[in-house]
């Protein structure tokens, strides 16, 4: 398997994040407060804004995992960090959308992915926590977090109502945040 390098996203990677992000909605239903039906139409350029390219204090932006191919690089993961916009919400940003493609999966990848958004947050100007929340039942990504410093303080209960052909389900958010 070929080694993988994190790295910002620029408006270039937007296509492969949207095709990874439509992915991780589809297979991963319960992971995600979006759902893949209403995103999947979304243009790859209306992603623009999470790039963080107009914030300058810092604390937004997509980070991405590629590995080499011949034809370039592969993005196989990737995570956000989304800073508050209001003066008194400013000293928090929030981590979204943890993806990594099945195949990449257990090795390394997310861990990576998470260490390097906690290493690009501390850079911020006047940034002092990062919270997010993910799906309370997600043990693996839940100990993930754990190990990268989080801590959880709260639980939404029924948080996600997916209804398919299973029928109706809900899914528990676990809240968690940290100090950087």
């Not at 260490?115 to 997010?132: M, P, Q, S, Y």
């Not at 299973?166 to 950087?180: C, L, N, T």
């Amino acid at each position: 398997m070929p080694e993988f390098a994190v790295r910002r996203l620029q408006p270039a990677d937007l296509g492969a994040y949207k095709n990874l992000r439509d992915e991780a909605l589809r297979l991963h239903p319960e992971a995600f407060t979006s759902d893949h039906e209403s995103q999947r139409l979304r243009t790859p350029e209306s992603y623009l804004g999470r790039l963080g390219l107009n914030d300058p204090l810092g604390g937004s932006f997509l980070l991405g995992a590629f590995v080499p191919e011949v034809s370039g690089e592969r993005l196989v993961g990737s995570v956000g960090l989304e800073r508050e916009t209001r003066p008194k919400t400013r000293h928090i940003s929030t981590l979204i959308g943890l993806m990594v493609l099945p195949t990449y999966s257990h090795r390394g990848v997310g861990r990576a992915l998470v260490a390097k958004c906690i290493d690009e947050a501390r850079l911020a100007r006047g940034l002092e926590l990062i919270v997010l929340s993910v799906t309370a039942s997600s043990d693996r990504v839940v100990r993930l977090y754990e190990r990268s410093g989080f801590e959880r303080y709260g639980l939404l209960p029924r948080a996600v109502r997916l209804v398919d052909a299973r029928g109706e389900r809900y899914f528990d958010k676990a809240q968690m945040f940290m100090r950087i």
